[in-house]
């Protein structure tokens, strides 16, 4: 996992055993990573009220704006 202070985009598909919900669950118990920041991108429906349940720091609805996305990723990386 990745430093707990590197910005660390998190896609909402499905990693090898374990769904990017339940990634993020298990990183939000753990407080080395709990406050790593994190960016949804989802095309599902109820996008935005998973990202706001997961604690995400930005929110994109898939097709994503990949402009908007790198802005979003080097303002985290700037930050933390």
Known sequence: MASANMATPESSGNLDDMSGD???????????YADVPVICMT??????????????????QKPVDF?????AVRELARTH
């Open 43 to 60: 095309a599902a429906h109820d996008g935005l009220q998973r990202a706001e349940r997961l604690r995400a720091t930005q929110f994109f």
């Open 22 to 32: 339940e990634f993020r669950q298990r990183q939000l118990q753990d407080p080395t």
């Open 67 to 71: 402009d908007r996305l790198i802005t």
